[in-house]
């Protein structure tokens, strides 16, 4: 298990353990998709899409969100 995957087994144990909220900062839609129940996408520091992380990925209102999501290789989530 790579140290990524070991960091967010944690998180997401202590979250589920100790029923804490986090803000969680990425650039990386596969590990938000993983970790979050929401998602708020930044573009030059203003928000321009958010809502549940399914809702974000599957269905991206934003052409930033989609151009973030069709950047990534192997979108299983869809």
């Given amino acids: 298990m790579s140290v990524q995957e070991q960091v967010l087994a944690l998180l997401g144990d202590l979250k589920r353990e ?15 998709a993983q970790l979050c129940e929401r998602i708020i996408v930044l573009q030059h520091g203003e928000i321009v899409e958010q809502g549940s992380t399914l809702e974000v990925l599957q269905r991206p209102q934003h052409p930033y969100t989609q151009a973030l999501i069709d950047a990534l290789p192997g979108r299983d989530w869809k």
């Fill in 18 to 32: 100790l029923g804490l909220s986090m803000l969680f900062i990425t650039h990386d839609l596969r590990v938000a």
